[in-house]
């Protein structure tokens, strides 16, 4: 096992030094973030080939070029979000100045998973930079190609700024057994639970990105070959191992069978007649989630695709018709998998879908202005998109993040900067004129009389008619 208190030490005596304040170093760390990104862009995408089998465009897309993206946004902005936010000041506490500051947190562990192994430990770590802090990075020990690029090239380029501590559960525990000043952790539930109960020990603030299940409610408004093609690009992008992926499909029967036909040809136009032959179609992670899908699908019935192939960890595009009770009903399916769900209309979508633990994103297919508006107001969920699946994640000004069960906190641009940083009040009052003596003892009728029309000025009593 990698020892990893030495990793925590050092990004501890880097943060002590105060070199991680001036906007300057934040600068240079975003800089040099996109340096490495850009020099090292073919072994970065290389190592997302041999873990998932990832086309070196989509590395590009959802890993390397997003991170470049998010660390270029965070630099061009970085000095008009940092300045001073001025506060008014009420009369009791004139004359004075009000403001607050958004201030570094110190050293900042980052957990990631396995399915973006690049994304998700380097989005979060540009924000952490921006904020002037230290960065201990945890990747997924299921991705250990990515996991290794990280730890050959982080040393590198942001030397002092991130260390790498590779590993798994053993690592991680140690690690959460020290004192951060935040830990963002992105995984599932189980790990979630783990992460926070360490957490409560030293009180520490975490960021928690989960998953679960993300519906889609599909109605006859909508363009249903256009709907069909973006559905099965969510759904079957990385092999459908995506957080934000459409999960499952509700409509009513009469737009299910016309929607089934056209989620068909979309999975022919994306991925050709087999799956197995396309550049552009991932790979199961490892054997034991190949296994688990493999059981999921056995356990529904297939209406289209179920090829696999367990020494390749192919896994086909699969469209299922669940029955009640299926066990892929009832788990987040993270893979190529996605049943058909019969409604009787929106309000029973609704039902269904606030039965069911908060969504990390509701996609919502339609034209109707009606049907827009009860997913608005009668959901919730950490993000809505009407007639696209995941595409909110590639806009910065949006927060990314869960909401219950599908996480806590969130992230991406100005919102990671507020993540990893403390918003500090600060108040200057002069010594003179010192009219603080109107509210310092000995009280008397006069100073009552002040202090009580200060609280509630007269006329504008609670309950005073
Ligand atoms: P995971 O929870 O198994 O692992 C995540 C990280 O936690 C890994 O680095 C792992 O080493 C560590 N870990 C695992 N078990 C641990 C334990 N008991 N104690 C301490 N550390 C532990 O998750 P995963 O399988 O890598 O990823 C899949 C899950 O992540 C899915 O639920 C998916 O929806 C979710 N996810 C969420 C987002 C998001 O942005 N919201 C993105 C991707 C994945």
Not at 3 to 26: C, H, N, Q
Not at 153 to 165: D, N, S
Not at 276 to 295: C, K, P, T, W
Not at 317 to 327: H, S, V, W
Request: proline residues 8%.
């Amino acid at each position: 096992m990698q020892t990893v208190a030495p990793a925590v030490a050092r990004s501890r005596e880097v943060f002590d030094s105060g070199i991680t304040r001036p906007l300057a170093w934040r600068l240079e760390q975003l800089s040099n973030l996109r340096r490495m990104l850009i020099e090292r862009r073919d072994d970065f995408a290389a190592a997302l080939g041999s873990d998932l089998g990832k086309h070196a465009t989509e590395a590009q897309l959802t890993e390397i070029g997003f991170v470049t993206a998010e660390a270029a946004h965070l630099a061009k902005n970085l000095q008009a979000w940092l300045r001073p936010r001025p506060v008014p000041v009420p009369l009791s506490v004139q004359p004075a100045k009000a403001w607050t500051e958004l201030t570094p947190l110190g050293v900042v562990l980052v957990i990631g998973p396995w399915n973006y192994p690049l994304q998700l430990l380097l989005a979060p770590l540009a924000g952490a930079l921006a904020a002037g802090n230290t960065v201990v990075l945890k990747p997924s020990e299921h991705a250990p190609a990515t996991s290794a690029a990280l730890a050959r090239w982080i040393p590198e380029y942001l030397a002092g700024a991130a260390e790498v501590v590779q590993g798994g559960i053993p690592e991680t525990t140690a690690l959460l057994a020290m004192r951060f000043d935040h830990i963002f952790f992105t995984g599932g539930e189980v790990a979630a639970k783990a992460v926070l109960r360490a957490a409560a020990e030293n009180l520490t603030p975490v960021t928690l990105e989960l998953g679960g299940k993300s519906p889609a409610y599909v109605d006859a408004s909508t363009d249903l070959a256009r709907a069909a093609k973006r559905i099965a690009w969510g759904r079957f992008l990385n092999a459908g191992q995506t957080c934000v992926a459409p999960d499952y499909i509700l409509a009513t029967e009469d737009v299910l069978v016309p929607l089934e036909c056209e989620l068909v040809k979309a999975i022919r136009a994306l991925f050709g007649a087999d799956s197995a032959l396309s550049e552009s179609y991932g790979r199961i992670v490892n054997d034991q989630h190949f296994a688990r899908l493999a059981a999921l699908a056995d356990g529904s019935t297939v209406a289209h695709g179920g090829e696999r192939d367990a020494a390749s960890r192919h896994f086909a595009p699969t469209l299922l018709r669940p029955a009640p009770g299926d066990t892929v009903m009832g788990e987040e399916i993270f893979g190529p998998l996605l049943p058909l769900v019969p409604v009787a209309g929106r309000d029973e979508a609704i039902r269904m879908i606030n039965d069911g633990a908060k969504p990390l994103a509701l996609y919502v297919f339609s034209n109707d202005p009606e049907t827009r508006r009860a997913f608005s107001e009668r959901t919730s969920s950490g993000a809505l998109c009407f007639d696209v699946p995941a595409a909110h994640l590639l806009v910065p000004g949006l927060p990314f993040g869960g909401v219950g069960g599908s996480g806590m906190g969130a992230y991406h641009g100005k919102h990671s900067l507020r993540t990893f940083s403390h918003e500090r009040s600060t108040l200057s009052k002069p010594h003179w004129p010192e009219t603080l003596e109107l509210i310092f003892p000995p009280y008397t009728r006069a100073k009552h009389r002040i202090i009580s029309s200060l609280v509630a000025p007269a006329g504008k009593r609670p309950g005073k008619r």
